[in-house]
T-cell receptor, first 110, second 113 residues
Framework: DAKTTQPPSMDCAEGRAANLPCNHSTISGNEYVYWYRQIHSQGPQYIIHGLKNNETNEMASLIITEDRKSSTLILPHATLRDTAVYYCIVRVGAGNMLTFGGGTRLMVKP | NAGVTQTPKFRILKIGQSMTLQCTQDMNHNYMYWYRQDPGMGLKLIYYSVGAGITDKGEVPNGYNVSRSTTEDFPLRLELAAPSQTSVYFC????????????FGPGTRLTVT
């Protein structure tokens, strides 16, 4: 299984874009990059996923490098409610068991 | 849809007691999972099920048992509670192996003293 590396913590000013990096240099060709977040001990929440192309939904954008060895989750206009731990996970599919590492603790400040 | 529901929300057990954590999903999902999360750590998989009657161990199964008699329900049993089982327990589900989202319940906070 591809391992991921994320910074343990990041700060972001409210209203600014939050860019959360993830390294996954051993990713296989059929593995997707998933992002989940966990707000204050609630159950994790799916945000977005991608294989090769950049993806955008109502919550965030996902930028995957051409060699697929790293990616960035972008929250375009961070709010205080986006304060959470963000997990980058690499898997063939969500039916496959998810492995949650330490994640990045994002603190959005006023 | 209620999604994934878990009961109870909180529970305090004495060492050696037993209990069952309940998990129900109303989305007709085949795959269900139990995770535990210790303070400041990521989630670890305890058990999972790919359909009614089929269960398998995850990363940390010792001290737990599961059953899956229906598609909707996936209870987790603690037989002899130990302080090391103090944790937050999350249940999750997904429809199929190739689907892209796991849906999580709100969690059960368990303290064993």
């Amino acid at each position: 299984d591809a391992k991921t590396t994320q910074p343990p913590s990041m700060d972001c000013a409210e209203g600014r874009a939050a860019n959360l990096p993830c390294n996954h240099s051993t990713i296989s060709g059929n593995e997707y990059v998933y992002w989940y977040r966990q707000i204050h001990s609630q159950g994790p929440q799916y945000i977005i996923h991608g294989l090769k192309n950049n993806e955008t939904n109502e919550m965030a954008s996902l930028i995957i490098t051409e060699d697929r060895k790293s990616s960035t989750l972008i929250l375009p206009h961070a709010t205080l409610r986006d304060t959470a731990v963000y997990y980058c996970i690499v898997r063939v599919g969500a039916g496959n068991m998810l492995t949650f590492g330490g994640g990045t603790r994002l603190m959005v400040k006023p | 849809n209620a999604g994934v529901t878990q009961t109870p929300k909180f529970r305090i057990l004495k060492i050696g007691q037993s209990m069952t954590l309940q998990c129900t999903q109303d989305m007709n999902h085949n795959y269900m999972y139990w995770y535990r999360q210790d303070p400041g750590m990521g989630l670890k998989l305890i058990y999972y099920s790919v359909g009614a009657g089929i269960t398998d161990k995850g990363e940390v199964p010792n001290g737990y048992n599961v059953s899956r008699s229906t598609t909707e329900d996936f209870p987790l049993r603690l037989e002899l509670a130990a302080p090391s089982q103090t944790s937050v327990y999350f249940c999750a589900s997904t429809r199929a192996w190739r689907d892209h989202e796991q849906y999580f319940g709100p969690g059960t906070r368990l303290t064993v003293t």
